[in-house]
């Protein structure tokens, strides 16, 4: 395939390398001073919101700016914005700057529950690219690998973003149609096997969601809602994962967390039941 605007570039992989080298490999070939993605089953509904962002950093020199999100569910043909669905911004989009100090605790919890969680998503912000350098250079060579990010990858990216901006702001301005589909791969009941991997690829997600968190002394409270969620794989894990040395790791890592001073007692207990639980046998209904 070939265009005739020279401002279009082809990138091809020979094979499907996944969603993070893409991007990274987009990135560096890129030849502007801000990045945005737009994920193939998704649209921009008003391209002019570009020349909006544009001139809005133009007098305020941001580093991260979000934008709002248009929801479309295709099987019931019906489109919403996202603050009246259950994934919601954390934000009242006022405009407000937000500078470095207080900047990525936004990405984690507030009271209890989700701060937002398209907080977390690379694709309805404008990120100046000189941030995403830094943060494709702190991920290092190993996550360029096949595979390496098969789940959590925008939330990774984003804290890492946040943490290496200087500021952030959000507008009241939409610039994203998000296709929510009922039978999408986050939203489907998948066969053993996939589940086994996300399995694997969600622990391996927590394990580097533990590392940056403590390496840029985040309370590690905030983890708390974020790793509950796997029980959901521990089962299929359990089952369908013959590499023992796995089933070490994950026990290794829950007992780490039970090491750490900081945490809160509901914390820990939830870490000695899982291990408790991860011991037992499985569930004979995923056979």
Same mark, same amino acid.
């Given at each position: 395939?070939?265009?005739n605007?020279?401002?279009?570039r082809?990138?091809?992989?020979k094979?499907? *390398?996944?969603?993070?080298? #893409?991007?990274?490999?987009?990135?560096?070939? #890129?030849?502007g001073k801000f990045?945005?993605?737009?994920?193939?089953?998704?649209?921009?509904?008003?391209?002019?919101?570009?020349?909006?962002?544009?001139? !809005?950093?133009?007098?305020?020199?941001?580093?991260? /700016?979000?934008?709002?999100?248009?929801?479309?569910?295709?099987k019931?043909?019906?489109?919403?914005? +996202?603050?009246?669905?259950? /994934?919601?911004?954390?934000?009242?989009?006022?405009?407000?700057?937000i500078?470095?100090d207080?900047?990525?605790?936004?990405? *984690?919890?507030?009271?209890?529950?989700? #701060?937002?969680?398209?907080?977390?998503? /690379?694709?309805?912000?404008?990120?100046?690219?000189e941030?995403?350098?830094?943060?494709?250079?702190?991920?290092g060579?190993?996550? !360029?690998?096949?595979?390496?990010?098969?789940?959590?990858?925008?939330?990774i990216?984003?804290?890492?973003?946040?943490?290496?901006? %200087?500021?952030?702001?959000?507008?009241?301005?939409?610039?994203?149609?998000?296709?929510?589909?009922?039978? #999408?791969? %986050?939203?489907?009941?998948?066969?053993?096997?996939?589940?086994?991997?996300?399995?694997?690829?969600? *622990?391996?997600f927590?394990?580097?969601?533990?590392? !940056?968190?403590k390496y840029?002394?985040?309370?590690?409270?905030?983890?708390?809602?974020?790793?509950?969620?796997?029980d959901?794989?521990?089962d299929?894990?359990?089952?369908?994962?013959?590499? +023992?040395?796995?089933k070490q %790791?994950?026990?290794?890592?829950?007992? %780490?967390?039970?090491?750490?001073?900081?945490?809160? +007692?509901?914390?820990?207990?939830?870490?000695?039941?899982?291990?408790?639980? *991860?011991?037992?046998?499985?569930?004979?209904?995923y056979?």
């Amino acid at each position: 395939m070939q265009y005739n605007n020279p401002q279009i570039r082809l990138i091809n992989h020979k094979e499907n *390398f996944g969603i993070y080298r #893409s991007r990274v490999d987009a990135i560096k070939n #890129s030849k502007g001073k801000f990045i945005i993605f737009l994920d193939p089953d998704d649209l921009f509904p008003n391209p002019d919101f570009l020349r909006d962002l544009y001139e !809005y950093n133009l007098i305020n020199n941001i580093d991260i /700016i979000e934008y709002t999100v248009l929801m479309q569910n295709e099987k019931r043909n019906r489109i919403y914005y +996202s603050l009246d669905h259950r /994934i919601n911004h954390f934000h009242n989009f006022n405009e407000e700057i937000i500078y470095h100090d207080h900047l990525s605790n936004i990405l *984690f919890f507030e009271n209890n529950h989700y #701060s937002d969680v398209f907080c977390r998503c /690379i694709w309805n912000k404008m990120v100046r690219k000189e941030v995403f350098n830094k943060t494709i250079n702190f991920l290092g060579n190993r996550a !360029y690998e096949k595979d390496h990010f098969d789940f959590g990858e925008d939330t990774i990216i984003n804290i890492l973003n946040f943490e290496f901006a %200087s500021n952030y702001s959000n507008l009241n301005l939409v610039g994203y149609l998000y296709n929510f589909r009922d039978n #999408s791969i %986050s939203h489907a009941k998948e066969g053993k096997e996939i589940q086994l991997k996300l399995g694997l690829s969600a *622990f391996f997600f927590y394990k580097l969601f533990y590392k !940056y968190v403590k390496y840029f002394n985040k309370d590690l409270n905030y983890l708390y809602f974020d790793i509950k969620a796997f029980d959901y794989y521990i089962d299929y894990i359990k089952q369908f994962s013959s590499n +023992s040395n796995t089933k070490q %790791s994950v026990i290794y890592f829950y007992k %780490s967390l039970l090491k750490e001073n900081n945490i809160s +007692s509901e914390f820990k207990e939830y870490a000695k039941q899982f291990i408790i639980n *991860f011991n037992k046998n499985p569930i004979k209904k995923y056979k």
